[in-house]
């Protein structure tokens, strides 16, 4: 669906309920496309457990005398 930026100004509130149900909007001015209202994607809640187990899992390999400890450390001196 195309709509105006006036009109969308007034139906914003079915415009988003239009876009959560999985129907793209887009927004123009003057017949230019400027924005376009879609919905968020399901957010995947992962556990910390499943967080750390993908880390250990990984083929990241450091460099001999430097540890995740001391790279957090580092990145919060900035």
Known sequence: MEIGIFEAKQKLSELVDRAANGEEVVIKRRGRRLARLVA???????TLKAIFD??????LRLP???TIKSLVEEGRRF
Do not use: D, L
């Open 40 to 46: 968020m994607p399901e957010r995947r809640e992962r």
């Open 54 to 59: 993908s880390i250990r899992s990984s083929r």
């Open 64 to 66: 001999k005398g430097v």
